[in-house]
């Protein structure tokens, strides 16, 4: 049984940063991927950021240099900092962990935190 509960969400100005944190109550935390993403309005879920089981992470473009995952294994958690933040960053965030092994268990979600970037 997997359970990822996000918080941290909420309303920031332009430039602005937010910390989203993602609690998961799971087994083996260390073996899975974990991963953010995000959903605009009338647009599709897109992965923001991938901090996979070996500490490596990745991040899609527009959020590179801005943005910061990071995981702590004895602690379940999976972080994102989110630093000079954008109006086109608002969106509901979802943590999501995937054990990518043979066989694959998951993806995971949680139920999405929202984070609003507006004047």
């Known amino acids: 049984q997997v359970h990822l509960v996000e918080s941290g969400g909420g309303l920031v100005q332009p430039g602005g940063s937010l910390r989203l944190s993602c609690a998961a109550k799971?087994?083996?935390?260390?073996?899975?991927?974990m991963s953010w993403y995000r959903q605009a309005p009338g647009k599709e879920r897109e992965r923001v950021a991938t901090c996979n089981r070996f500490g490596n992470t990745n991040y899609t473009e527009s959020v590179q240099g801005r943005f910061t995952i990071s995981r702590d294994n004895a602690k379940n958690t999976v972080d994102l900092q989110m630093d000079d933040l954008r109006p086109d960053d608002t969106g509901v965030y979802f943590c999501?962990?995937?054990?990518?092994?043979?066989?694959?268990?998951?993806?995971?979600w949680g139920q999405g935190t929202q984070v609003s970037v507006s004047v």
């Open positions: 999501s962990a995937v054990r990518l092994t043979f066989p694959q268990v998951g993806p995971f």
């Open positions: 799971m087994s083996f935390f260390n073996m899975y991927s």
